[in-house]
Every structure is written in structure tokens, then in C-alpha cells.
């Protein structure tokens, strides 16, 4: 079985800071890992994934994360938020070879950007 | 390009009536389904996901049924609502073999 671990609930930051989302996971098989966004009463977007390859994915909207195997991390950095960036923030992880919707959820990051 | 769209977009029922949340993709056949839920200040709860025409399969035992009658529209119902069901339900859909979910708009349902 996987898990997922959203160290933080919530992270306040002033724009233009860096800012960095954490996120561990529990899997005893290879996993895909995934970084969604939510804007307030909408759906969930992509911000960026990892399936193989390159340990260090970039995203939209500047975003990137480091897939860390040893340490079972997959954080969101971004190196200058603005104002915009404030939305909730969800890392998942799914098995690979089972169904793309077998993902399982963090519960979540509230980013609240502050001018 | 593929769109998701869900409706309505808020729903607010009393307890013991029906409902029916409906979800269509466009710009692809055959997609996989999927309904979610998302309780406030949680993650998401996988409720249901179909891989084909009438074919659903649930993940939890729950008060809600989906249904599958057409390749690309996926329906979320109820026959009497409880106040548990209240929250944001969202469908989603993936390609047959694919490794991300795409996500559509959400449903806020209320439940009173």
C-alpha cells in the first residue's frame, strides 16, 4: 500500500520569497509521483510529475520539485512567489502499473501568499 | 484538445432527496472515469472509477452509486441523500493506459 505525507497544513509567505511545499511518501514498490494545484472552489490542475528520468521536474507556473528515493521525498520549491500562487497544494503518488486513478492524496497545503 | 466538464457546479439537496452529479469528456474516446470526493481540508477519496461502457467499480462502501451510459459521461446519484454526503465532488478521467488524472471543475454539494 502507499501513503503520502503533507508535512506542512499551512505555509505563509511573503511574495518574492522562496517557498517550499514538503511532501514524503510510503511505498514498498516504484512509484509515478505528482504535484496538483486548486484555486479556491475549482478543480485540481497539474503543476508537474515524475514518472522516470530526471530527479529534478519543472513545472508550470515556475514551479519544480526534486524526487528524492532515499529519502522518499518529492518537495515543491519555487523561488519567488506572487501573489497568485496562493491555492491549496496536493502531492499524490500512484504505484506504477495500476490505474492512473488509483492515486492516493495528501491532505494538502494551504500556500497564502502575503504582499 | 480534451475539456472535462461537471455540473451543476453547486448543489445544495435536503436529506432523503436524489442526485445526480454528470460529468462528459470531449476529445477522446474511451477514456477511464473517475468521481472523487474531497472533504473539507482533506485529500481526495477515490468513490468510483470506470474503465469502460457500464463497467464501474467502487472503492467504498457509501450511500452513492455511479453510472456509465455513454463512452465519455460519467453520473454521480444518490436515491436518498444524507447529511454525510455534503462536500466537493469531483470526476476526472485518464487515458486508458495513461499515468495522470485530469480533473474537471467541481461540485459543491450541501446537503441539509
Known amino acids: 500500500a502507499q501513503s503520502v505525507t503533507q508535512l506542512d497544513s499551512q505555509v505563509p509567505v511573503f511574495e518574492e520569497a522562496p517557498v517550499e511545499l514538503r511532501c514524503n511518501y510510503s511505498?514498498?514498490?516504484?512509484?509515478?509521483l505528482f504535484w496538483y494545484v486548486q484555486y479556491p472552489n475549482q478543480g485540481l490542475q497539474l503543476l508537474l510529475k515524475?514518472?522516470?528520468?530526471?530527479?529534478l521536474v519543472k513545472g508550470i507556473n515556475g514551479f519544480e520539485a526534486e524526487f528524492n528515493k532515499s529519502q522518499t521525498s518529492f518537495h515543491l520549491r519555487k523561488p519567488s512567489v506572487h501573489i497568485s500562487d496562493t491555492a491549496e497544494y496536493f502531492c499524490?503518488?500512484?504505484?506504477?502499473?495500476?490505474?492512473?486513478?488509483?492515486?492516493?492524496f495528501g491532505d494538502g497545503t494551504t500556500l497564502t501568499v502575503k504582499p | 484538445s480534451q475539456t472535462i466538464h461537471q455540473w451543476p457546479a453547486t448543489l445544495v439537496q435536503p436529506v432523503g432527496s436524489p442526485l445526480s452529479l454528470e460529468c462528459t469528456v470531449e476529445?477522446?474516446?474511451?477514456?477511464?472515469l473517475y468521481w472523487y470526493r474531497q472533504a473539507a481540508g482533506r485529500g481526495l477519496q477515490l468513490l468510483f472509477y470506470?474503465?469502460?461502457?457500464?463497467?464501474i467499480s467502487s472503492e467504498v462502501p457509501q450511500n452513492l452509486s455511479a453510472s456509465r451510459p455513454q463512452d465519455r459521461q460519467f453520473i454521480l446519484s444518490s436515491k436518498k441523500l444524507l447529511l454525510s454526503d455534503s462536500g466537493f465532488y469531483l470526476c476526472?478521467?485518464?487515458?486508458?493506459?495513461?499515468?495522470?488524472?485530469?480533473f474537471g471543475e467541481g461540485s459543491w454539494l450541501t446537503v441539509v
Open positions: 476526472a478521467w485518464s487515458w486508458v493506459s495513461g499515468n495522470t488524472i485530469y
Open positions: 511505498s514498498s514498490v516504484s512509484v509515478y
Open positions: 515524475y514518472l522516470s528520468g530526471s530527479t
Open positions: 499524490a503518488v500512484r504505484e506504477i502499473n495500476t490505474n492512473a486513478g488509483k492515486s492516493t
Open positions: 476529445g477522446t474516446s474511451n477514456p477511464n
Open positions: 470506470s474503465v469502460g461502457i457500464g463497467q
